[in-house]
């Protein structure tokens, strides 16, 4: 096997879900390509870190040179409710379930001091921000992945909301344990949305 096809293997098996074996038809696929189709694809390649940027109030990608993402920009949306995510990702699957109109804040992660995520390596700090410079009451709602991580994340939030005395700006729920993947990036439309409407106080 060439040596530019070699390395072209080990470069997309190093991507997240993709086997060797995934990673060869990959590479197979992209070595009988149009051409056009390849430049396009090396460009796009190229530019995604150039042309992203973050938005200052959630923390989701957003196109390079917008403070604001296209939800935080929204006026129509419901700013009392602020839903609680972990990824990026995860906010795209609550809004393509189409049963959210609220807005979010984007963690980054959770608390998971074995694989050495702390407190300070999330965006927590923005959050408060926001709490502290809200004009109204916010529903927070907890939608992190339901496991150890989850309860770490959601134990410090309502321990930092008392230590802090803002409780009375704030309503904490979380969704329902409808969801039948466990995981909000796998779950269907239905479920989702169902969790949403039904979800509970904490």
């Not at 940027?53 to 989701?60: L, N, V």
């Not at 923005?126 to 989850?150: G, H, M, V, Y």
């Not at 729920?173 to 990036?185: A, C, D, M, P, V």
Request: overall charge negative; some cysteine; glycine content about 6%.
């Amino acid at each position: 096997m060439p040596e530019a096809l070699k390395r072209l293997i080990q470069n997309i098996a190093l991507l997240p879900w993709i086997g060797e074996n995934r990673a060869t038809k990959l590479a197979f696929f992209l070595l009988s390509a149009n051409e056009n189709y390849l430049k396009d694809f090396r460009q796009n390649i190229a530019d995604i870190k150039e042309n992203t940027s973050i938005c200052d109030t959630c923390g989701a990608i957003t196109d390079a040179g917008k403070q604001e993402c296209s939800i935080c920009s929204d006026r129509t949306r419901d700013t009392s409710t602020l839903c609680i995510v972990e990824e990026y990702l995860d906010m795209l699957t609550i809004e393509q379930s189409g049963g959210y109109n609220g807005v979010y804040h984007i963690l980054g992660g959770a608390i998971s001091p074995i694989n050495g995520v702390f407190v300070g390596d999330l965006n927590f700090s923005k959050l408060f921000e926001r709490i502290d410079n809200s004009e109204n009451k916010l529903e927070l709602i907890i939608a992190t992945n339901p496991n150890i991580e989850w309860e770490a994340t959601t134990s410090f939030l309502t321990e930092e909301i008392e230590k802090r005395k803002i409780k009375y700006k704030v309503t904490i729920t979380r969704l329902s344990r409808g969801i039948s993947s466990g995981y909000i990036e796998y779950a269907d439309n239905l479920s989702l949305v169902s969790a949403i409407r039904e979800r509970r106080e904490i």
